[in-house]
């Protein structure tokens, strides 16, 4: 079974932090991507990856950044955290090729003071 | 724009009773399609997905959808709803070949006793 684990399920930061969200991935999966899920909203794309060191910004990336060095971890950084970045995060990974379902970590529930 | 419709997001259903959960799609072109579950504090699990070939498919928890093209529908039935259903559920869709998934808003499920 695929594992995609996320560093920490619960997280409070307050305003003005650099904050680090952790994902790794253990099926040697090309694709990874972060969401961010609230209520009403469904998942919005935050960024995403094909490869080691490449992004690409999702639909939301104002406020984010994103960091992969090596195939197995893709890390979501938020700058300078404000309180609209509460919310759960969430993210996946995919092999390559264009029916591929994403797998899921657990996510991330984070809050900003 | 291509996006992806689930209608309601609320259902609730008596135990027992059938349960259909609505998806709808605009796309030119076939997509690959997904239905996701999230139970309460944990990320999106794989229920099916359909791609090519027979448009009925059978998922994980007596879950099936059917691929209705002339309607563009991807619903999500379950003929006896069990109490371990509430959840949230999510359809999403692969459009134009490529790696990102669109997700619908979500519906969340309530099972009565």
């Known amino acids: 079974d695929v594992k995609v684990t996320q560093s920490s399920r619960y997280l409070v930061k307050r305003t003005g932090e650099k904050v680090f969200l952790e994902c790794v991935q253990d099926?040697?999966?090309?694709?990874m991507f972060w969401y961010r899920q609230d209520p009403g909203l469904g998942l919005r794309l935050i960024y995403f990856s094909y490869d080691v060191k490449m992004k690409e910004k999702g639909d939301i990336p104002e406020g984010y950044s994103v960091s992969r060095e090596k195939k197995e971890r893709f890390s979501l950084i938020l700058e300078s955290a404000s309180t609209n970045q509460t919310s759960m995060y969430l993210c996946?990974?995919?092999?390559?090729?264009?029916?591929?379902?994403?797998?899921f970590g657990d996510g991330t529930r984070l809050s900003i003071l | 724009a291509q996006s992806v419709t689930q209608l309601g997001s609320h259902v609730s259903v008596s135990e027992g009773a059938l349960v259909l959960l609505r998806c709808n799609y605009s796309?030119?072109?076939?997509?690959?399609l997904f239905w996701y579950v999230q139970y309460p504090n944990q990320g999106l699990q794989l229920l099916l997905k359909?791609?090519?070939?027979?448009?009925l498919v059978k998922g994980i928890n007596g879950f099936e959808a059917e691929f209705k093209k002339s309607e563009t529908s991807f619903h999500l039935t379950k003929p006896s709803a069990h109490m371990s259903d509430a959840a949230e559920y999510f359809c999403a869709v692969i459009m134009n070949r490529d790696d990102k998934i669109i997700f619908g808003k979500g519906t969340r499920l309530h099972i009565l006793p």
């Open positions: 796309s030119s072109v076939p997509p690959y």
């Open positions: 099926m040697d999966h090309e694709n």
């Open positions: 359909y791609t090519t070939g027979a448009t």
């Open positions: 996946a990974s995919s092999p390559q090729g264009e029916n591929q379902p994403q797998h």
